[in-house]
Structure formats: C-alpha cells, structure tokens
C-alpha cells in the first residue's frame, strides 16, 4: 500500500508542473495555430533563473514570479523575430531556443565562483522552496508539494479560461483561426500573437520553476524532451478526455499530462529499462495519435453490428 502511494505522489510531482507545460504549448500549437519551439528553452530558463535567484538568497516566491516573467521574455522574442521581422514561425522558436541555451549556462554561471558558465545549478539543504517553507507539520513533505502544485495548476487553469473569454482573449482565439478575418474586423494580429506566445512561455517558465524546485537542480539536459513530453500530454488529453468546449479542453489538457505520467511510472515499475524512456515516449505518442482512428473503427464496427441486428429482427 505504501508503494502504491509512493508511486501516486511521484505521479503527481511529476505530473502537475508538466499540466503548466502542456496548457502553455496548448496555447500555441492549438489556439494561435504557432509551431513554437520556444518551450524546451523557457521551461530551462524558468529553472534556471529560479533557482539561481534562490541560491543568491532571494525568497522563492519572488524567484518563482521572475522565472514567470523570465519565460514570457523568451516568448516575447520568438513573437518579435516573427511578427517584425518575418521569420517564419517554426524558425523563431528554434532561434529562441538556441539563444536561450547559452543564456542559462551565463546565468547559472552566477552561482559559481570558478566560471563564468556553468551547466548546473543545485540548492544545498539550507535554500528553501516554494515547498519547503510549508514542511515541518504532519502533512508528509512530498504531499505538501502536490497540494501547492495543484493550487498554482488550478490557479493558472483558471486564470487562462478567464482571459480567454474575454473580449481580448477571444480575438487571439480568432487571430488562430483566421488572421485575415481577424485582421479585418479591426484585431491587431501580431500583437496578438506576441501576447499569445509570451502567456505560452511564461507558463512554461513557470512549469521549469515548479520542476526545479522539486528536484532541487537544473541542467540544460533535463530540460531537453520536455516539448514532446507536452505535446504528447496535449494529444492524449484530447483523446481520453474530448474537447467538447473551451473549459473542458483546458481540463484535458492538463489530465493529459497526468496520464501520460501515470503511463510513464506504471511502466517503469513494471520493470521498463529507464533507458528506453525515449522510445515509450514516441510509442505514447502515436498511440495517441492513433486513438481517433481506434474510436471511429470501434464505431463503425457497432454500427455494422446493430444494423446486421435489425435487419435480422426484421
């Protein structure tokens, strides 16, 4: 039972940031119909500036809301390089994302005193957290991450589905599905897409803060997979869960990190090599990809079978 428990509260750590990613790379890959690569980057700059800050001594909750805006400057660029200066969408985020590589190596580089770069910042037991300042009670400790990560999950779900639904938000909505109609009912569209992509990664920043805190390190190499790992959340939530109206997409797309995280866990303690890691990411999604096409065979085979059925009792 412990076990089961552990594994819960690993699912959950793991999850709930990556909810964060999964709803920024939404934003993006669904709503503004943007290929952004920024993520990878912000989600290490987010990490990175986070806990850099807290390492310097300054308190993680401050740290935690510049690694925030740390992000959005990550997607402010990517929105620039393509709205000003026509730089096709795919090529901006792998420009900013390059860019931001080497940006960390320079900040973490701050909290070594040999080099000025340094591919690894880590917090000694004395730095607090945006966790750690609420240990000490009789709530085990990794329970408490999971409640103060799902409160900034619930938090920030609620705070896009608001903003999305107002009158700005909506005319982001229709710069994604149609920039020329949204352009001419008077919306202007790169500034919408400057916003749009700068909430995207601003979020993804965050979700880096969340992670780096709760493993208490980051290096560029952690930080590389996650895209997919978003991406794959974003399919598997729609599939399980449908996108029957803008709050339920929202919702799925966050449940989606979960599954794919309880996916990735049950296997692993079924005794999946953690080296293959990479290739059950890929196979999670295609299956995904291939679950629409599954729903529509099953369908068609019970509409055979309840046809083959009437025209039998006829």
């Keep these: 039972m412990n076990y089961i428990f552990d594994l819960l509260l690993n699912i959950l750590t793991s999850g709930l940031p990556c909810c964060l990613l999964a709803l ?25 500036v986070c806990l850099t800050l807290i390492v310097k001594g300054v ?45 960390a190596l320079l900040i973490m580089g701050f909290t070594s005193s040999k080099s000025p770069f ?18 000490g009670g009789v709530i085990p400790n990794q329970v408490v991450e999971s409640i103060v990560m799902l409160i900034v999950v619930v938090l920030f779900n609620s705070l896009v589905y608001f903003f999305f639904g107002t009158e700005y938000g909506m005319a982001i909505r229709a ?19 400057i ?51 803008f709050k339920n997409w929202i919702i799925s797309v966050s449940l989606g990190a979960v599954v794919y995280f ?23 999604i295609t299956i995904a990809l291939c679950i629409p096409l599954i729903k529509s065979l099953f369908s068609l085979i019970k509409k055979k079978i309840v046809t083959k059925g009437e025209n039998e009792n006829a």
């Design 24 to 48: 920024g790379i939404f934003l993006t890959y669904r709503l503004l119909d943007f290929a952004d690569l920024t993520a990878e980057g912000s989600f290490l700059m987010g990490g990175a």
């Design 59 to 103: 308190d993680p909750f401050t740290s935690t809301i510049i690694a925030f805006i740390a992000g959005a400057i990550c997607g402010i660029i990517t929105g620039l390089l393509n709205t000003c200066l026509n730089i096709p969408k795919l090529l901006s985020g792998i420009i900013t994302m390059t860019a931001t590589a080497s940006i």
């Design 195 to 245: 916003v749009c992509v700068s909430l995207s990664n601003a979020l993804i920043g965050l979700a880096g803060a969340l992670f780096a805190q709760d493993s208490r390190s980051m290096d560029v190499k952690t930080a590389s997979g996650f895209l997919v790992i978003g991406l794959a959340s974003i399919l598997i939530g729609e599939s399980i869960f449908g996108k029957r109206s």
């Design 262 to 284: 309880v996916i990735i866990n049950v296997a692993i303690a079924l005794g999946f090599p953690t080296q293959l890691k990479n290739l059950l990411y890929a196979l999670l």
């Design 118 to 135: 340094t591919n690894l910042v880590t917090l000694s037991n004395k730095d607090n957290t945006i966790y750690s300042i609420f240990y």
């Design 175 to 193: 710069t994604g599905m149609n920039e020329q109609m949204a352009r001419s009912q008077g919306v202007n569209s790169k500034l919408a897409t």
